[in-house]
């Protein structure tokens, strides 16, 4: 007779069902169960920028835009709305014609992915193998020793100058025979502070051929004076690769849209390694929009210039040591006990900034009441430093 508890079909009767199985399995030994890589379990996680708590709170954490989204742009995604129950661009086809028009560049030599770093792990896939080196300065983008580590490649840090800058003597000799990647970050995150035509030239020269150096220039569109024309070394140095973004000056952090301009070769290699589909549609849709307005983001990134001026101009008449930014952020140098002074103080008049181990405090630029509400809390440097 059935045991009446069975809930399996009478002619399955002889096959044990969930409860004899349980007890059937829980005298056998513990079986091994699937494990990450070991390199993986060690990553540190990437920290992101707090987010506001209420209206009231200025979030300067994440170098986000804070002007709202271009009318444009918000049409554009607004037409794709009806159609998003289809794919995108497999390629980010249109939108990688666009930036081709824009730079005056072939689209083969261009390749798309969700934000710069998402095309910057595209990058590490496609060029790095597993014990193959990658040399970047420290401190800068947190991300790049976590995408190093998880393609099994081997971080080579070189820490940065006193003076902020990127050490590109130190740099090019820590280059050998196993360096397959370079990565230059200008303006450098967080510190702000940009690598000079004269000095990138030079390491350019010093860099073997066989070694791709990625310039990572996720702030550039608020870089003022006399930079980088990043476009003339490119054609120059073919193992030159830039990296860009749309979340910052253009404003699309939250769609997710980078990409590089590199060798068709490379370009093609890293579209290779790119998660299919993995730029959605009213991205592709924002980024050629954003493209085609560019007065109102050049107005906007100059609004954004001029407020860094004033602002590191007032804070370093308080007695603030503040690098020459070219980014929509400021840096403070502090050792671990100031920076969480500085970050207690901060969150008591509800604003939110980005601390760093070891190494300081980053500040967002964003509108002038808001700034002034971050100046006012720092005018009095003595009260932090003089404890």
Known sequence: ??????????????????????????????????????????????????????????????????????????????????????????????????????????????????????????????????????????????????????????????????????????????????????ILCSPNNPTGVSISAEALEEFLQSVPPQVLVVLDEAYIEFQRGTGVDSLDFYRRYPNLCILRTFSKAYGLAGLRIGYAIARPDIAEGLRRTAVPFGVNRMAQA??????????????????????????????????????????????LRASDELRERLLDALSGADILARGYAVDGVRITLADKATNDRVLAVLADRERFVSR
């Open 286 to 331: 924002a980024a050629v929009a954003s493209l085609a307005a560019g007065d109102e983001v050049l107005e906007r990134t100059e609004a954004v210039a001029q407020e860094r001026t004033r602002v590191i101009g007032a804070l370093r008449g308080y007695g603030w040591d503040v690098p020459d930014s070219q980014a929509n952020f400021y840096w």
């Open 1 to 182: 007779m059935l045991d009446p508890s069975c809930l399996i079909h009478p002619c399955c009767a002889d096959v044990p069902n969930s409860r004899t199985m349980l007890s059937m399995t829980s005298t056998l030994p513990e079986a091994a169960a699937p494990e990450v890589r070991a390199a993986v379990a060690q990553l540190p996680a990437y920290v992101a920028g707090n987010s506001a708590q209420s209206d009231l709170t200025a979030a300067l954490a994440s170098n986000e835009s804070h002007f709202p989204p271009l009318p444009s742009v918000i049409k554009a995604i607004s037409a794709e709305a009806d159609r998003i129950h289809r794919y995108p661009s497999m390629g980010a086809v249109e939108a990688r014609e666009a930036i081709a028009a824009h730079f005056g560049v072939s689209p083969d030599e261009v390749a798309a992915g969700p934000g710069s770093s998402g095309v910057l792990q595209q990058i590490i896939s496609a060029v790095c193998g597993h014990g193959d080196e990658v040399v970047y300065a420290w401190r800068s983008f947190e991300a790049y020793p976590i995408l190093v580590a998880v393609a099994g490649a081997v971080s080579v840090p070189v820490p940065l100058l006193a003076s902020e800058h990127h050490d590109l003597p130190a740099m090019a000799a820590a280059i050998t025979d196993r360096t397959r990647l370079v």
